[in-house]
């Protein structure tokens, strides 16, 4: 609640267009069905704050695996923010115009300036070999979303529960590098700009050898170690928060901010 209450005054400050979730939605069993208290209680009665009444896209976590997955899928229809299309979906998000400099004609004075391809992955079933034909599916679906990005997406950013990297406890268990294995080389083949996850109860900023930088954000609640010193981590915090994310065609801004309210880490991705 005090990570929300704080959400909610950042929004009220900061342009703030769509919220994302990063998986584990719903503790400690994911929830039955579009009717399950649990969205109540969890959700609509936890992010109360006016700025928080935008789009909100999901991901699927591990605890949201423990019962029925296709219930958030369905409560899309029943909540006006909660919008989950799918297991796994993608959208293309128009960067907000800009002025241009020396422009004196008022039809000249916002210039467009592109699109953010987000794609929302469906993690858990890549640990689990009875998933092998679903998981080669959205991996399918995931290169030709990739590939076929409009001319004029500026940047790919990846969502998914588990991450590839971390610095939190599990640095080298079986979740992580079944990532690794499964979306380093496709991310870089496709110059996929950010993978954002969360799985690690804590707040994270890693970018090893390769094109792609990893972002977690899973501090929303119950918090877990982090690791200092790993040549690939540029930050790491075990404290609760979120984090901001600003965009335009050539810049991608990242901040992470804790439950007070003040800024752990800022850093500026350019193109």
């Not at 109540?40 to 695996?65: K, M, R």
């Not at 075990?238 to 984090?243: K, L």
């Amino acid at each position: 609640m005090e990570v929300a209450k704080q959400m909610g005054i950042w929004g009220a400050e900061h342009p703030n267009s769509f919220v994302i979730s990063a998986g584990d939605n719903f503790y400690p069993s994911g929830v039955v069905s579009e009717n399950d208290p649990l969205f109540h209680y969890s959700f609509e009665n936890i992010y109360t704050a006016h700025s928080l009444q935008c789009d909100w896209y999901p991901v699927l976590g591990n605890h949201d695996y423990h019962t029925n997955v296709d219930a958030q899928v369905k409560y899309s229809q029943v909540s006006r923010r909660w919008d989950m299309p799918s297991t796994y979906y993608s959208k293309e998000i128009v960067l907000k115009k800009e002025k241009a400099e020396g422009k004196e004609d008022a039809k000249d004075k916002e210039t467009p300036k592109g699109k953010a391809l987000l794609i929302f992955m469906d993690t858990d079933p890549f640990l689990h070999e009875n998933k092998a034909d679903y998981v080669a599916k959205q991996m399918d679906w995931l290169k030709n979303t990739l590939q076929n990005a409009s001319a004029d997406v500026k940047w790919k950013i990846v969502i998914g529960h588990h991450p590839f990297y971390t610095v939190g406890p599990r640095i080298v268990n079986s979740d992580t590098l079944t990532m690794r294995k499964a979306l380093k080389q496709l991310f870089d083949d496709n110059k996929v700009d950010v993978y954002l996850s969360g799985h690690e109860h804590s707040l994270q900023h890693l970018k090893p050898d390769g094109y792609t930088h990893q972002f977690i954000s899973g501090a929303g609640s119950e918090l877990t170690t982090v690791t200092a010193g790993v040549p690939y981590s540029k930050f790491q915090a075990a404290e609760h928060g979120f984090m901001y994310f600003a965009i335009d065609a050539n810049r991608l801004n990242v901040k992470a901010i804790n439950y007070s309210g003040n800024i752990l880490y800022e850093t500026e991705l350019t193109k």
